[in-house]
């Protein structure tokens, strides 16, 4: 394990009292715990976006405050819908973004996870999809966004305006950050999307759950799913070597409190299974055990060794000081079992291709 971080699914509720933020102070506690977790050594801090809830949901303000309170780790989300975004806009925010906090970004996009507003991208004015979970707007708005923030200019100079000599008459979008593409992620829920996101020269962020029963385990699909990315990237020609997340809910019970918590987890080493916006899904277990049983199991776990970069969940609701804890007890007792050091530099950077 080359690097890990936490993702945050950014949960508030209405603020009357511990456990249930409001949005404002589940904000600011959200870059504490990135305050707390750059000063362990944790590699990164990523959040989840979500619209119509009581959930982050614009990522950019958060992640620009939080980079500029950091100094190592990168700041990124796992994963902005793309069906709810203006490409070009978004391309304007990434690249400044990246620009302020000397390339420590890691954003993970995708079509997104089912949200409770029933086609709620049509209501931020993105209509004309043909698909009932809005795929083809996703991909749409990648395909535009990638272009932008790659340098491919994306309006014409309007010479009623004047011409500069020398100015070309096609204009990018500015501001522009070479090489923020690959600092990019797409969030694949099947083996299928992983290929796809291969050809289009992204970062590789393997869901949270994956939309495919197969009668294997969550972690041997997943492996197989990361297999087929690498396979499809080499073939591809890409000139760079590309990383890999994947993402856990685990807790090293080194405290009363955690035995409180997650004693009832213990010992739950099923994957789920079920329905998510009408397709068959896979479930990763959570992992709540003390260090050692922790570093067993999760030294078997194909995914996590086939990957470079492992995403713990973390309970965010539960304030700064908790939250800190799970991080430094993973840093502390697992992680460095299973080939992790802290981060002193700044971000990984491309995980080898064999």
Excluded: C
């Excluded at 990168?74 to 973004?97: H, S």
């Excluded at 999307?193 to 972690?219: D, H, I, Y």
Aim: negative net charge.
């Amino acid at each position: 394990m080359k690097a890990f971080g936490f993702l945050s699914f950014g949960h508030y509720g209405h603020g009357r009292g511990p456990g249930d933020p409001d949005a404002g102070q589940a904000l600011k506690d959200a870059v504490e715990i990135a305050v707390g977790a750059d000063e362990i050594g944790v590699n990164g801090a990523y959040w989840r976006v979500h619209h119509f809830a009581r959930q982050a949901a614009s990522p950019f303000p958060l992640l620009a405050a939080a980079g500029a309170r950091t100094s190592r780790i990168e700041v990124g989300t796992g994963v902005i819908d793309m069906r709810y975004e203006n490409p070009l806009y978004m391309a304007e925010e990434v690249a400044a973004l990246d620009l302020l906090t000397d390339q420590r970004i890691a954003i993970g996009i995708s079509r997104g996870s089912p949200e409770q507003a029933k086609r709620g991208w049509e209501a931020f004015g993105y209509t004309g999809t043909k698909d009932p979970r809005g795929a083809d707007i996703a991909r749409a708005h990648a395909a535009r966004f990638l272009e932008a923030v790659r340098g491919i200019p994306q309006a014409e100079l309007d010479p009623r305006n004047g011409v500069i000599p020398g100015e070309p008459l096609r204009l990018r979008v500015e501001p522009h950050s070479p090489g923020v593409d690959r600092r990019l992620w797409w969030g694949a829920a099947t083996r299928e999307t992983a290929e796809w996101t291969a050809r289009q020269g992204l970062n590789l962020m393997s869901s949270t759950l994956l939309t495919e029963v197969t009668g294997k385990s969550f972690s041997d699909l997943q492996a197989e799913q990361i297999q087929r990315y690498r396979e499809a990237w080499k073939q591809a020609g890409h000139d760079w070597s590309p990383r890999v997340s994947v993402s856990r809910s685990i807790f090293p019970i080194v405290s009363q409190a955690d035995e409180q918590l997650f004693a009832l987890r213990a010992g739950d080493d099923q994957d789920h299974y079920g329905i998510i916006d009408g397709l068959h899904s896979t479930f990763g277990r959570t992992y709540a055990a003390e260090p050692d049983v922790l570093i067993e199991e999760l030294s078997k776990d194909e995914a996590i060794k086939a990957a470079d970069t492992l995403m713990l969940t973390i309970p965010s609701q539960l304030g700064v000081d908790y939250n800190v804890h799970v991080l430094q007890a993973f840093a502390e007792h697992v992680a460095p079992a299973l080939g992790w050091k802290p981060n002193t530099e700044g971000p990984v950077t491309g995980y080898p291709v064999d």
